[in-house]
């Protein structure tokens, strides 16, 4: 079997079998579109419909990353699958490929969702290019939430994973004003939210369409560029103790 086509099939089969978990698959398309046109479009929250439709995408984004990695790594290492994926000939590059690439399959169609929905519902208009700027400024911003998913993922249980997802996953969202404008929080909660990754990205993503806080761009890509290299040491060297 070609190198190329053991990647090809790592990948397909996770995709097919987070496919057959429906409590995955819902909630990871329904929420992001159902909280932007509560928030994003019906009640805007003091902000517009294109300002809500960077946020929630970023919001959008962050739940496959971070619970593809995390719930089924730990349930891999609970069933002794990681145990036989490293021990295989397979290289153990095309496993987290894999659960990379299912994440981003779902990060697209969360994208496709919202954007189909700001511009029927929210009448949001954009360029051809800010649209396609915001969706790759999106998908490549994934990639720290996938490797802290990783992180949880190869330090906790199957059955913990999944709550300590939610509570580092939805409080790290609303705190870096994704859910609602951070101009409307206290100044304090406002500085705070540099400790967040999704806060960079959500800034990256606001700049494509010029609404953001006006702070370098090389700052925010600065702080994911470390954090990305911070969790990636460290889930190196999990493996390594594995």
């Known amino acids: 079997m070609s190198s190329m086509n053991l990647y090809y099939k790592e990948a397909r089969y996770d995709l097919l079998s987070i ?46 990353a971070m619970f593809n990695f995390a719930a089924g790594i730990a349930s891999d290492r609970a069933h002794g699958w990681l145990t036989l994926k490293q021990l295989s000939p397979m290289p153990f590059s095309a496993y987290l490929l894999a659960k990379l690439s299912t994440s981003l399959v779902f ?80 100044g304090w909660l406002q500085q705070l939210a540099w400790l967040w990754p999704s806060f960079h990205l959500s800034q990256l993503g606001l700049k494509v369409i010029a609404q953001d806080q006006g702070n370098s761009v090389l700052a925010h890509l600065g702080v994911l560029a470390l954090l990305t290299a911070v969790l990636a040491t460290i889930c190196a060297r999990l493996f390594r103790r594995r």
């Open 107 to 186: 990060s697209v169609c969360i994208l496709i969702l919202l954007f189909s929905a700001a511009t029927m519902f929210g009448d949001v208009r954009l360029h051809s290019t800010q649209w396609l700027l915001l969706a790759v400024v999106m998908l490549a911003g994934s990639v720290p939430f996938a490797l802290l998913g990783l992180l949880l993922g190869l330090s906790l249980s199957d059955k913990a994973a999944p709550g300590v997802v939610n509570l580092i996953y939805l409080p790290m969202a609303f705190l870096s004003g994704l859910w609602l404008p951070l101009f409307l929080f206290p």
């Open 19 to 64: 496919m057959r978990t429906p409590g995955f698959v819902l909630p990871a398309l329904a929420f992001p579109l159902m909280f932007y046109l509560f928030f994003g479009v019906f009640f805007r929250a003091g902000a517009g419909a294109d300002y809500l439709l960077v946020t929630y995408s970023c919001f959008g984004i962050m739940g496959p």
